[in-house]
């Protein structure tokens, strides 16, 4: 199967599964308009949401209309219905920036939208159609992260409209007129879910060994945290003795987003490769400890696939597939007397290394006005930071679940940097100094670093990164990278305590934030290697892991998280899948009965 084979049928399915109606109901699923002007799709938030949401992010500008056209089996009065809500109503906010009306057929309707509590229904107004077709237009009022989730026109002036998530992807199924059970896409050797640099590298190096494999990813591009949406920079070393071939793949793709043509190039032409973007992983089929088949939605147009295979690999980041099949999996901090390491606290906690959402501004020519945004973050003078762009830094989710409270995380982030540019623009002393400053990227996607780790057979711990471990046999995966823990500092917890968005690094063997070309030699984390049981599920019997959600613990993640080694981690579980289709073995049996093998493949 050729890449993208699949995903050129949802296109001609799209206006079919998008705009679904009855004959005194339509439901238009918002990330599936026709023409999504300047609104973006937004699918972070799937698994709580059920479905993607168009997003109006302007940074403080209105984008343009979204249009879509329907067909109306009635003449006479439609009502019309909104899915949305006021994005900042956690926080107390009651009058939210997050505004927008509907027009239809040119005519804007009464009601301003983004106002509720909670994600829900909100009546737009009505209005009278004599004709069979209707144009749709969602009007963002301010630029500010307005969002729909769905639209319903009907024919009911008063219909019982579900929010509870089992209803309500009842009544999407219904309307929609979504198939009962999801169309094959075909079986495969491995399927890989989740196309960062550990779910590209697995890919390849599997479909290199003849594998056929399928790659499916939540995104539109490639390369997780790695692509041209993110942009962080990849770490780590490569092809170190005795496994100079360990890397080989991992130093074609990186840096994805300096690479994105040659990466697609690399997964399109590859005949063993299927490539599935724009997918979201939302169920699995298990048979007690054994995942038989996965199941997939397209973000834009609802289609859904099932995936069949001997053999998966999580490399989502967040651990999403292992979750969906039992997998045993950890979050937050474990305690010293757990697992003996120094840096460990004292008790558990839910602290993890928190989500960042880059943003960077320009210099124009004249001044640049920015709103006053009394719904975001207040500063003053001590709270505020002044500066003009901002990375890995701006960080927040410190004390919260980075899956279920995904969106409230990225929304903080939001107001945080919107407040903070307004404060400097606005308020500050040295408001001069920002005059002619435009904010200009701000990301909507928030880079994760720790969510779900799930467990293997090997737990990794800081004492195996300082060298004090057990001798393990299976050690391959090169690691080079300092103990990397990431804290609020301490200015923002002052501020905001609990819920802070600047964070300080604080590298081991550094406690000072001395560069490391300044560290002594003794100084510096020596080199180490991951085991393979790091690799697979200790109770999935035919799952591989790779990325930030393979078993380590909380304080050795903050090491083995980069690129470089977890797409290193990719290789080695592409080397073992083909491993067990040869031998006809699970990945288990892979390092008690073909362990050799599988290094010598590296040498």
Known sequence: MKSFSSI?????????????????SILIEAEAFQDRGGWVVDPQFMDQMGSPYLLAHGIGNPVSNARTKVSLPKKGTWHVYARTWNWCAPWGIKDGPGKFRIAVNGETLDQILGKGKQW???????????????????????GFEGRCDAILLTRNPAPLLPDEPKALQAFRRKLLRLPEKPRSAGDFDLVVVGAGVAGISTAIKGAREGLKVALINNRPVPGGNNSTELRILASGKMNVAPYERLGDVTG??????????????LLQEDEHISYFPSMHVFAARTDGGHIVSVTAKHIETAEELEFSAPLFADCSGDGNLGYLAGAEY???????????????PDKPDNMVLGASTPWRTRVMKEDVPFPVCDWAIQFNEESCEKVTSGSNWWESGFWHDQVQEAEYIRDYLLRAIYGNWSFLKNQSVDKANYAKLDLHKVSFIAGKRESRRLIGDVFFTQQDIEGNY?????????????IDQHFPTPKNTFFFPKEEFIS????????????RKYLRRDQ??????????CLYSVNIDNLFMAGRDVSVSHIALSSTRVQNVTGMMGEVV???????????????????NHLQELKDAFK
Not at 8 to 24: D, P, R
Not at 504 to 515: A, Q, R, V
Not at 574 to 588: E, F, M, N, Q
């Open 120 to 142: 829900g229904w909100e009546y737009a107004g009505s209005f009278l159609s004599s004709g069979k077709e209707a144009t749709v237009e969602l009007c963002d009022l301010t």
């Open 574 to 592: 592409g080397v073992a899948a083909a491993l067990c289709r040869k031998h006809g073995c699970s990945p288990r049996e892979v390092y008690s």
């Open 504 to 515: 300080t690094m604080k590298h081991y063997f550094n406690d000072l934030g001395t560069p």
């Open 524 to 533: 510096v984390p020596p080199p180490y290697r991951i085991p393979y049981r």
């Open 8 to 24: 050129i049928l949802f296109t001609l399915l799209s206006c079919h599964l998008s705009l679904a109606q009855s004959k005194e």
């Open 330 to 344: 950890r979050s937050g901090r474990e305690m010293r007397q757990e697992t003996r390491e120094t840096l460990a």
């Open 252 to 265: 074609e793709i990186i840096n994805v987003y300096d690479k994105e043509g040659k990466v697609l190039q």
């Open 470 to 482: 057990v001798n393990y046999d299976d050690a391959i995966v090169y690691g080079s990278y300092s």
